[in-house]
């Protein structure tokens, strides 16, 4: 029987030959997650079940990384709550501030999420780890509660998507702009429930921190996973990091689909979602002139090195625009060395550019970066939901690093051609 | 299961953002997050919405994060159940884990306004609009998922089932 990568995956977890889309099936869950917000909920539903031990503890961590270093006492206690308990279940990835990153820039970074695996992370942006051919999805703290608990998980099998992207992509566009054009095409429903697989030869030639930003936002589509097809550019990136032995999967030939779409990106150029949804997609060369106040480059999205890289070729020798407040986020400690090694730190401080230690913080209008009432704010994230960045009546715009960096240096939003 | 209250209408795409600012995910408690349920969508409904209350919107509702903190606020907040025409799919999970019923069905998320007094039949999946005298029909909830419910969670259900089986080993 011809299956889908995410239908074959599931089936080797479920000890499965085959199975079709619809079906309930318990499959078993490699690797688990939570955060600083969703582990503390895991942690009292897995205390109120009577459970005295998670099923391996090499297999789930726990990575505070939403309001730390911690913003106010409420977190820290939060925190502290965690803390004890990764130290009571012997957890080995417990990762502290000072040794952490963004949970989804970490793990892959790492090697503790690999391709071929059932990965579950009380995070809906779990979906990242699909750029690396893994069925990763994000649930809610009371599923992980159960997966501490069993390693197991109930899902009902998700009925496939195919995305085809053909042509060669231009300078400037990269999978942001790939994966925020899908979203304005087919909606933040578009792909409710189902699983995206993203393919072409776009796709093949593009590097690791593209294929993660693209399927980070599959969940702003509404769909479970964001897969992408494993090959030698996500070799190269697993095989020196790996912490465990993985597989490639693949979509048999004939595999079925519920719908595919297949679009020529040579033409793109960079987009921006407008607020207040990812849906709302438009070119910036499209866009008025809209003075901004902030700009945030970071997040799961693009905080990693190769995004830095981005926003240092066009800060390089400028200088952010008086009134605008440029904050650069590097997803983990990893990073922020690279960055460092690599001169990109001096570029943004001569750049007046603030730069801070890894953290989600204003992604989700958690702190490091609150937008005030009438704010505007240019993010390389993933959400521009009304209120996200902080007060209701600011606004977030979408982009990536490339045209953030010009922003900042423009004071409203800016093609990189026009710094 | 039965449950009775005024209706609160929203649009679509109503994300976890909108149901609990992400400024508020420092706790756990219900009654605190309830303080602020839905409060940048519409400031004064944490103190509007009464005991029974229900929330109707349209599609893809409680789209965006994983936060169980948006079932918790709304169920903490008092209101007994949601009617959508469609739910973003972690959101539906997550509600039935924590024991807050909801309902897809498309006609009555059309059809019902703020104000109207609603009546919802979980069993037959039937919702009856007593200020619009109409009837509509939805999915009904299965015995499985309303015994879940009924227990306040999964949490809950799970563990009264091991205290039912523990008791009938102890008989």
Redesign the interface.
């Known amino acids: 029987m011809s299956m889908t990568i995410s239908e074959k995956i599931l089936a080797a977890h479920a000890g499965r030959s085959e199975l079709r889309p619809g079906e309930l099936l318990e499959v078993a869950v490699d690797f688990a997650l939570g955060n600083d917000i969703t582990a503390p909920f895991a942690i009292e539903a897995f205390r109120r079940a009577g459970a005295k031990k998670v099923f391996d503890p090499e297999r789930v961590a726990l990575i505070p990384d939403h309001f730390t270093p911690n913003k106010d006492i409420a977190s820290a206690m939060q925190v502290k709550g965690i803390r004890e308990f990764a130290a009571e279940q012997h957890l080995t990835h417990f990762y502290e501030v000072g040794r952490m990153g963004i949970e989804h820039a970490l793990l892959p970074e790492q090697g503790l999420v690999l391709p071929g695996d059932v990965v579950i992370g009380a995070d809906s942006h779990t979906c990242t780890y699909g750029a690396l051919g893994a069925f990763a999805t994000g649930v809610g703290s009371t599923d992980l509660a159960a997966v501490m608990m069993t390693g197991k998980i109930w899902f009902k099998v998700p009925s496939s998507m195919k995305f085809v992207f053909r042509g060669k992509l231009r300078p400037w566009v990269g999978g942001k702009d790939l994966i925020l054009y899908t979203i304005g095409q087919i909606g933040v429903d578009g792909a409710r429930y189902g699983a995206m697989e993203l393919t072409g030869e776009v796709i093949a030639t593009l590097p690791m921190a593209d294929r993660f930003s693209m399927s980070n936002m599959a969940i702003e589509a509404g769909a479970k996973v964001g897969i992408i097809p494993p090959d030698a550019i996500t070799e190269q990136y697993v095989k020196e990091r790996a912490k465990r032995s993985y597989r490639f999967y693949e979509s048999d030939a004939d595999a079925r689909y519920e719908r595919t779409y297949e679009w020529d990106v040579s033409a793109f150029e960079p987009m921006v979602a407008l607020p207040h949804s990812p849906e709302n997609v438009r070119l910036v060369t499209e866009l008025p002139r809209i003075p901004i106040h902030q700009v945030v480059i970071g997040s799961c999205t693009n905080g990693r090195f190769e995004d830095l890289q981005q926003a240092a070729k066009i800060l390089k020798g400028k200088r952010v625009a008086p009134g605008v407040r440029c904050l650069i986020i590097p997803a983990t400690q990893e990073v922020y060395r690279q960055a460092l090694r690599a001169g990109l730190m001096e570029i943004f401080i001569d750049a007046e550019a603030a730069v801070s230690t890894p953290t989600c913080g204003p992604c989700l209008g958690g702190h490091m970066g609150i937008l005030a009432a009438g704010e505007r704010a240019v993010a390389t994230t993933n959400r521009n939901f009304l209120g996200r960045m902080g007060h209701a009546e600011s606004e977030v715009y979408l982009s990536n690093p490339a045209v953030a960096a010009a922003s900042a240096i423009a004071g409203y939003i800016a093609h990189p051609d026009a710094i | 299961m039965n449950i009775k209250g005024k209706a609160w209408k929203f649009g679509d ?1 109503i ?1 976890t ?2 149901i609990i ?3 508020y ?4 408690d219900p009654q605190f997050l309830a303080a602020h349920c839905m409060e ?2 519409d400031a004064e409904f944490p103190e509007k919405v009464k005991a029974g209350d229900i929330i109707v919107a349209g ?2 509702f409680g ?7 948006a079932p ?1 606020a709304i169920k903490g907040a008092g209101v007994g159940c949601v009617i959508a025409h ?1 739910f ?3 959101f539906y ?2 509600a039935f ?2 024991g807050l019923p909801i309902l897809e069905a498309p006609e009555a998320a059309a059809a019902i306004a703020t104000g109207d007094e609603v009546e919802v039949d979980l069993d037959q999946g039937l919702i009856v609009n007593r200020t619009r005298q109409q009837r509509y029909t939805a999915q009904p909830v299965p015995p499985f998922m309303q015994e879940l419910l009924q227990a306040g ?3 809950n259900y ?2 009264k089932q ?1 205290a039912d089986a523990k008791e009938r080993t102890e008989c």
């Open positions: 795409d994300d953002d909108a600012p992400a400024r995910l420092i706790s756990t940048d969508a599609k893809n789209c965006g994060s994983s936060r169980e903190h918790v469609s973003a799919r972690i999970r997550n884990n924590m969670g999964l949490m799970v563990q091991t």
